[in-house]
């Protein structure tokens, strides 16, 4: 199976420092934020990684790529083990990196990998730390159940209308509504930024209408549209942290300092 990283977007809620900095890079402890999600897809043994980045986002290609000169320096000076820290994120996984030319949100970033898809793939956002068994335990269950999966968590019930709310039967997802109003939420549980999903998404994709209100392709609306043609499973875990302002991320380098862990 191969793995989906959407990092392509500016990053405009933690302006001005992403002006230069992919806010993927980001350090949360010792490495950069997107180090953690590569880091768990391959303890799940999936090794096929795409990354599907824009223009200003080199830096993220530069990080899995060698670098001649470091290597150089190192190993002359015998400092064999920054020289394994630095060559560890090239070494375990093979990387493709695509490029958004637009930024049309979601789907428009998801379906620019076509091509490269054969059969079932994870899309994940490259701006959030999971819990680091998600993955495998999504492995899990697919290979029991064989169906699409979304990944939920819960939320306090009057934060719900800033999310995509998840109405289910059971395990089964019926409907994703975008950013309800409390009152007309169908459950506390929301989408969290990480789905298996099979090829046969593509030809949603490819005719989905642009949303009017927000002006880009969203990918929860294309998932509506697979739930009608088969099942799609939710799958509940524990949240996330998001990495994607700067007090989150503040915060959750806190929590690597004070407790030298994200999750318990």
């Given at each position: ?6 990092v392509?977007?500016f990053g405009t809620r933690?302006?001005?420092?992403t ?8 350090p949360?402890?010792?490495k ?8 768990s897809?391959v303890d ?9 980045t824009?223009q ?6 530069d990080?899995?790529?060698?670098n ?5 320096i190192l ?10 820290l ?26 620019q990998v076509?091509?490269?898809i054969?059969?079932y793939f994870?899309v ?10 998600l993955f495998?335990?999504?492995m899990?269950?697919?290979a ?5 999966l979304?990944?939920?968590?819960e939320?306090?019930?009057?934060e719900v209308?800033?999310?995509g ?9 019926l409907e994703?509504v975008?950013q ?8 506390n549980?929301?989408?969290?930024g990480?789905?298996l999903?099979?090829k046969?998404?593509f ?6 209408p642009?949303?009017?209100?927000r002006g880009?392709y ?7 549209v ?5 099942d799609v ?7 996330f ?5 700067v ?6 380098n ?11």
């Amino acid at each position: 199976m191969k793995a989906v990283l959407v990092v392509a977007g500016f990053g405009t809620r933690m302006l001005p420092i992403t002006k230069s900095i992919p806010k993927e890079m980001l350090p949360v402890g010792d490495k950069p934020v997107i180090q953690y999600a590569v880091e768990s897809l391959v303890d799940a043994w999936i090794k096929d990684i795409i990354m599907i980045t824009s223009q200003q986002k080199k830096a993220l290609e530069d990080y899995f790529d060698k670098n001649y000169e470091l290597e150089d320096i190192l190993q002359k000076k015998w400092k064999t083990d920054l020289l394994a820290l630095i060559n560890k994120p090239k070494e375990m996984a093979n990387y493709t990196f695509v490029k958004q030319v637009q930024m049309l949100w979601t789907a428009h970033a998801v379906l620019q990998v076509e091509p490269r898809i054969d059969d079932y793939f994870m899309v994940i956002f490259g701006d959030a730390i999971y819990p680091p068994t998600l993955f495998t335990e999504m492995m899990a269950n697919f290979a029991k159940n064989k169906k699409p999966l979304i990944c939920v968590h819960e939320v306090p019930r009057e934060e719900v209308y800033r999310y995509g709310v998840v109405k289910l039967d059971g395990e089964k997802m019926l409907e994703i509504v975008e950013q309800p109003k409390v009152e007309d939420a169908p459950s506390n549980l929301v989408c969290n930024g990480v789905y298996l999903l099979p090829k046969s998404v593509f030809p949603i994709l490819r005719d989905l209408p642009i949303d009017e209100k927000r002006g880009e392709y969203l990918l929860p609306h294309a998932l509506n549209v697979l739930m009608k043609d088969m099942d799609v499973l939710a799958f509940k875990t524990e949240p996330f942290w998001d990495i994607g302002s700067v007090d989150l991320w503040m915060k959750a380098n806190a929590k690597i300092y004070q407790d030298g862990k994200l999750f318990e």
